[in-house]
C-alpha cells in the first residue's frame, strides 16, 4: 500500500481502537487516511514530529475548532461553552467535518492525531467542469458560495480556500426561490490557517481553548501560511486586519473556472504589491471579465478588488449569484447593479414594509 502505509506500520498506528487501515488521503505537514470499523469510516488526520511549537498548536487548533464553534455550541448561564447544535441551515450542510475521535497523543508528542467522520463526496480540485456549460459554472459558484456563508457561522475566516480544502457532498440542493433555504452540502477541511473573524469583538464571543491560540494567530500574520494564490493582497499591508479574506479566494477560484487561467501573474511577492498599489492584473482581465453578462462582470470585478473594503462579504455574495440564478432578467442594469452590490445584495428598491402585507 506504499510508504505511508509502511510508515504508520512502524509507528503502531494501521490500527487504532478496531479501526483499520484503508487508505492514505493525502496531506502536507499533516497527514490524513481513511479507516474502516466495520461500516463506520473514519479520517484520520496525523502530525508527526512537529517541526515547533508554533505547527503543534495549530493541529491542536484544528481539532480544537472542529469539536466547538460557534455553529455547534453556545454559553450557558456558567459561562462554559455547552456542545449544542445552533446552526442555523439544513443538517445536511453544516459546513465542518465532524469530530469521531478525540486529540490523541503518543511517544511524548511525538505523534498527534485526531478523527473525523468521512463523507462521501468529492474535492472540488478533482471536480471535472471541462464540459460544464456556462449556466452550470455559475450554479457552482452559488453553490460553493452558500457553503461559506454557512462557515461563516463558525466564526473564523478560513484563510487557506483552494479547490484542495473543499468537498463537495452528493444530493445537494439550491432554492429555486430566493426565500428558500439553499442546502449546498459542502466541507471546508484543514482549519490549520483559520483566524476568528469577529476581531473587534473577540472578547465578547472567544471560545476559550486549551492551546495558544493567539500564538497560532500571531505567527499566521508574520509570514504566508496558505496557498498563495487564495491570499488577498492586502493581507500584504493588515495582517490580521485584512476584510473579507476568503472572498478573494472565491473570486480566485470562479476566474479560473471562467477563463482556465489565473487573474493575474504570481511569480513573486512583488506582483502582488504591484496589484495592490497598482490594480495590475493579466493583459487579458478585462478583454475577458467583458465577455460576461454586465452583472457577472460587476460582481466578480468587485470580488477580485484588492482593497478588503470593497470586495462584498460572502454572504452578499450568495445574495448576488441568487440573482443571476433566480432573478437573471430584473438583473441587466449596470446602475441598478451596483446598487445592489452596494447594498449587500439586496433589493434597494424593496421595502421590507411590503413584507407584512
Known amino acids: 500500500m506504499g510508504e505511508l502505509h509502511a510508515f504508520l506500520g512502524k509507528l503502531g498506528l494501521l490500527s487504532i481502537d478496531g479501526f483499520e487501515f484503508r487508505k492514505s488521503l493525502g496531506g502536507r505537514s499533516a497527514l490524513s487516511s481513511l479507516y474502516f470499523r466495520g461500516d463506520e469510516k473514519i479520517v484520520f488526520k496525523f502530525l508527526i514530529s512537529p517541526r515547533n511549537d508554533v505547527e503543534l498548536e495549530r493541529f491542536k487548533q484544528e481539532y480544537s475548532v472542529l469539536c466547538m464553534n460557534s455553529a455547534n455550541s453556545t454559553r450557558n448561564e456558567s459561562g462554559f461553552i455547552a456542545f449544542d447544535y445552533k446552526f442555523i441551515g439544513p443538517p445536511t450542510s453544516y459546513p465542518l467535518p465532524v469530530i469521531r475521535y478525540p486529540l490523541t497523543q503518543r511517544l511524548s508528542g511525538i505523534i498527534s492525531f485526531f478523527g473525523y467522520a468521512y463523507e462521501d463526496g468529492v474535492l472540488l480540485s478533482e471536480l471535472d467542469t471541462s464540459s460544464y456549460t456556462h449556466e452550470e459554472k455559475i450554479l457552482l459558484l452559488y453553490r460553493i458560495s452558500s457553503g461559506l456563508s454557512y462557515f461563516n457561522q463558525t466564526g473564523y475566516s478560513h484563510r487557506d480556500m483552494h479547490p484542495d480544502n473543499i468537498l463537495l457532498l452528493n444530493d445537494y440542493r439550491m432554492a429555486r426561490y430566493h426565500w428558500e433555504d439553499n442546502d449546498p452540502r459542502v466541507k471546508f477541511l484543514d482549519m490549520g490557517s483559520c483566524q476568528r473573524a469577529n476581531i473587534e469583538y473577540d472578547w465578547m464571543y472567544r471560545i476559550e481553548r486549551n492551546l495558544d491560540e493567539d500564538l497560532v494567530f500571531t505567527e499566521n500574520n508574520k509570514r504566508i501560511v496558505s496557498s498563495f494564490m487564495s491570499m488577498p493582497p492586502d493581507f500584504l499591508s493588515q495582517g490580521e486586519k485584512t476584510e473579507n ?84 432578467d430584473e438583473f441587466q442594469n449596470p446602475e441598478f447593479i451596483n446598487r445592489v452590490i452596494h447594498n449587500e445584495g439586496f433589493d434597494p428598491n424593496h421595502d421590507p414594509v411590503d413584507d407584512l402585507y
Open 245 to 328: 479574506y476568503d472572498t478573494w479566494a472565491f473570486g480566485i477560484y470562479a476566474y479560473k473556472l471562467f477563463f482556465g487561467e489565473y487573474p493575474f501573474v504570481a511569480n513573486s511577492i512583488n506582483d502582488l504589491t504591484l496589484l495592490r498599489e497598482n490594480r495590475e492584473f493579466g493583459t487579458r482581465y478585462k478583454d475577458n471579465l467583458n465577455s460576461l453578462s454586465v452583472g457577472e462582470k460587476l460582481i466578480l470585478n468587485h470580488i477580485l478588488s484588492p482593497n478588503g473594503k470593497e470586495r462584498p462579504s460572502i454572504s452578499t455574495i450568495v445574495r448576488l449569484f441568487s440573482w443571476l440564478v433566480q432573478r437573471g
